[in-house]
């Protein structure tokens, strides 16, 4: 049932085929039985696809949680990163702000779709496996020119009490995906 408010094309998609079922039954049956049996059906379309943009799913709040960290990482902000890191973690906290006092962030992208595992029914920890590719260059200045990084990014993350979710490991993958091997991050 929650994968019908996930996305609204599904729901649109069934709307318009039932209201063309029943638009071919009123001109071939020429019954104007059918005429307010299509407006109700388009009104329950309606009515379904506006309870899907109420309806946020576990799925969601992960995929706006992973646009969350990107547009963090790319904002270049110190405490906003450590933020989304989990404080079960404080030897990733430690790396990503020696990372982010290393490397200036100028984009980055993360590319949809984003899959989402969940490993426990309580929906409190998952895995979000997405393509991401980062852009950017040394605050040093050693290196005048940038440099891009893409990578197939598995993200463990983990609800905390607050209601938010965190970062609570990662692991990066050739672009191609899991089975494409591991990468060596460049910093």
Known sequence: MSILFEQQTTILVVGLIGAAIIAGCLVQTGKKVFIPVFFLWIALAACASLLEMTVVTPTEEVRDSVQYFGSALQSNDKERVLAVISDIRPEMKRRASYILDTVTLETVSIKNP???IFFDPQKTHCHAK???VVFGRLKSGVYSGGDRFA???VLDLIKEDDGKWRVAGYETYDPRGEQAGKL????
């Open 114 to 116: 984003i899959e989402v």
């Open 130 to 132: 997405f393509n991401v």
């Open 151 to 153: 990578a197939f990014l």
């Open 184 to 187: 060596v991050e460049p910093i």
